[in-house]
């Protein structure tokens, strides 16, 4: 019985660093609100790694190399809120996912000899 609780257990913590890191992945290329100068602007993916403030309420976006990629408004609050939205969603399924995956594991236990073997 201890042994396939510890293995369940190790199960879980494994897709969850698994869903984390898929996570980490995937959002570190694309852009996030960042703030700058009082407001948020969508910014950090690759045509977005820098940027140079125009005006209050608009940045030039910078490519790793320095080159100009275009310009970006700052958010509205609307943008900001619906952004935000959007990532309590998408970590609310991923946490969803997650438990569906731990509760479709089937673990099966052999007990011989007073020794339990899960697989």
Known sequence: MAASTHRKRYNKVLVIIILALTATIVTGCSAKPNFINGKYYMAGDSNCRK????????????????????????MTNQQLQMYMHK??????????????????????CVTVGGFTTCN
């Open 51 to 74: 940027y140079r403030v125009l005006t209050s309420s608009r940045i030039m976006c910078k490519d790793s190399n320095g080159k100009d990629m275009g310009y970006r408004d700052a």
């Open 87 to 108: 990532e309590s969603m998408d970590q609310q399924e991923q946490a969803r996912q997650a438990q569906q995956v731990q509760n479709n594991r089937r673990v099966n």
